[in-house]
């Protein structure tokens, strides 16, 4: 295990009062694992990965839990440690590359700058082979030339690219994503993740890819983390939790729920009713009750304590695969 993180707690001071993004996410990160962590928007996965790396808004606070790479408690880094864990151990990449990079810096310098903030000696001849080096890696074509270009002569995908370069300049251990396909179109997606995945086996880099899309992740992740109002709903193998989904939320993800009796044609597929709860006002019970077409009143009571089947984790109270539409 090369990353866990227990109970995090994460909150905000809002002005409609106290926040709470994160309520007790835990999962761990294996060496070489390419972890998805999958919700839709709001449910706390950004503010998770921040957390991951002790990056939260002034106005947000880590009230609990506790964070260890390699066994060591991030919490107790000081600011030179914290300093070399982000980029040399855990590095992350965003949604939109293009507003990353500062417009009026070349390629080649920007990648020269996060270069020597790892590694202050570097000559410039250095600085150039291995800026050249990490665009051959992420695939970007004529390296050497396109260092002197700047980010609007590069396409959105070409840019995540770049970033990833940026990334992977001070040889982490752990690569964040955080949506990194979601302003790209199908194919470039496609070329992106074919990328990760190269990078997994060359590196043995261990992913955590972000994302509100579980079709896009299920033949590339080793393991899901399904999160739900600041929750961590289900989490167990990819293959094992998209066959046979035990949270209702995951199966409604998969558009595959479907209340008992319920013929699919009444139940429009792929579209899950509702919206989640205001995560300034929790109620007491599952958070996904007020959407669950299976819900009882024992599920206003109290969160569904965590349940283990098959090496799957889930918080529901209703134990097993939950329904699954067929189209006969
Ligand atoms: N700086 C902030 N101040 C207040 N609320 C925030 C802040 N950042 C995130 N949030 C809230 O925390 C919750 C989780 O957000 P986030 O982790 O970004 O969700 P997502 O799963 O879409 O990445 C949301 O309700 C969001 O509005
Ligand atoms: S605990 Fe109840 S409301 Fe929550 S997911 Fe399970 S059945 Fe649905
Ligand atoms: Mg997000």
Known sequence: MILSVDNLHVNFTTGSGILEAVRGVGFSL?????????????????VTAHA?????????AIIAGAIAYRGRDIAALGPEELRAFRGREVAMIFQEPGRSFDPIYSIGRSLAETLRAHEPGLSDDEVRARSIRLLEEVHVSNPESRLDNFPHQFS??????????????????????????????????????????????????????????????????????VMYAGMVMEEGPVD????????????????????????????????????????????AGCPFAPRCPLVTDACHTEVPEIREDAGVRYRCIIPGAKTVATND
């Open 30 to 46: 294996d060496k070489g694992e390419i972890l998805g962590i999958v919700g839709e928007s709001g449910s706390g996965k950004s």
């Open 156 to 225: 959105g995908g070409l840019l995540q690219r770049i970033m990833i370069a940026h990334a992977l300049a001070g040889d982490p251990a752990v690569l964040i994503a955080d949506e990194p396909t979601t302003a790209l179109d199908v194919t470039i997606q496609a070329g992106v993740i074919d990328l990760l995945r190269e990078l997994r086996l060359r590196r043995g880099l261990a992913i955590i890819f972000i994302t509100h899309n579980l079709a896009l992740i299920s033949g590339f992740a080793d393991r899901l983390v």
């Open 240 to 283: 094992t939790v998209i066959r046979a989904p035990r949270h209702p939320y995951t199966a409604g993800l998969l558009g595959s729920l479907v209340p008992f009796g319920t013929h699919h044609s009444e139940h429009p597929l792929h579209i899950l009713a509702g919206t989640p709860p205001d995560p300034t006002r929790h109620e």
């Open 52 to 60: 991951l790396m002790r990056l939260v808004p002034p106005n947000g």
